[in-house]
T-cell receptor, first 109, second 110 residues
Framework: GQSLEQPSEVTAVEGAIVQINCTYQ??????LSWYQQHDGGAPTFLSY????GLEETGRFSSFLSRSDSYGYLLLQELQMKDSASYFC??????????FGAGTQVVVTP | EPEVTQTPSHQVTQMGQEVILRCVPI?????FYWYRQILGQKVEFLVS????????KSEIFDDQFSVERPDGSNFTLKIRSTKLEDSAMYFC????????FGPGTRLLVL
């Protein structure tokens, strides 16, 4: 089976940096994705790591270490609008996504 | 920018009634998915659809559920006889290497 572990909540102030870790156990590995979800909204694709290393997209970066079955999402220069839930997810060979339980990021002034 | 759309945005129904949730995928995407999210929980996979066939389904996707692509554009999820525990957000998603989710249908079964 597959399982993903991520912290349930992180609180930080505006302008700070937050790192959300995700460890996974999968029977086959096809990459690690990150999604953002605001309350009542749809998951929004943020990033995908298929290979080891860092992927940067603006203020958000994602990292993967396949040997450690570990990845993280880094949120820099936090803004109030970044308050949301962040999910790591792994696809299977058909693309079906298995999501982690999500990390609630609370940004305070 | 192309996006996935879903209708209705909200649906309230009585237990035992049938509901049909509709999705218009991004036009050149070939893989379609339905997920659901019970309030306060994580997103759960229901079913994937490729080449007009179900390619994979979860144990949640039992005989009361069905999917169709009736006219080559719309992609529907039918729940034949709704139960209270079917109350959730239902998301359609399409894939071109990354999955893009529609805005969801909030289903409430009374």
């Amino acid at each position: 089976g597959q399982s993903l572990e991520q912290p349930s909540e992180v609180t930080a102030v505006e302008g700070a940096i937050v790192q959300i870790n995700c460890t996974y156990q999968t029977s086959g590995f096809y990459g690690l994705s990150w999604y953002q979800q605001h309350d009542g909204g749809a998951p929004t694709f943020l990033s995908y790591n298929g290979l080891d290393g860092l992927e940067e997209t603006g203020r958000f970066s994602s990292f993967l270490s396949r040997s450690d079955s570990y990845g993280y999402l880094l949120l820099q220069e936090l803004q109030m609008k970044d308050s949301a839930s962040y999910f790591c997810a792994v696809p299977d060979s058909w693309g079906k996504l298995q999501f982690g339980a999500g990390t609630q990021v609370v940004v305070t002034p | 920018e192309p996006e996935v759309t879903q209708t209705p945005s909200h649906q309230v129904t009585q237990m035992g009634q049938e509901v049909i949730l509709r999705c218009v995928p991004i036009s050149n995407h070939l893989y379609f998915y339905w997920y659901r999210q019970i309030l306060g929980q994580k997103v759960e996979f229901l079913v994937s659809f490729y080449n007009n066939e179900i390619s994979e389904k979860s144990e949640i996707f039992d005989d009361q559920f069905s999917v169709e692509r009736p006219d080559g554009s719309n992609f529907t999820l039918k729940i034949r006889s709704t139960k209270l525990e079917d109350s959730a957000m239902y998301f359609c998603a399409t894939d071109d290497g990354a999955q893009y989710f529609g805005p969801g249908t909030r289903l409430l079964v009374l």
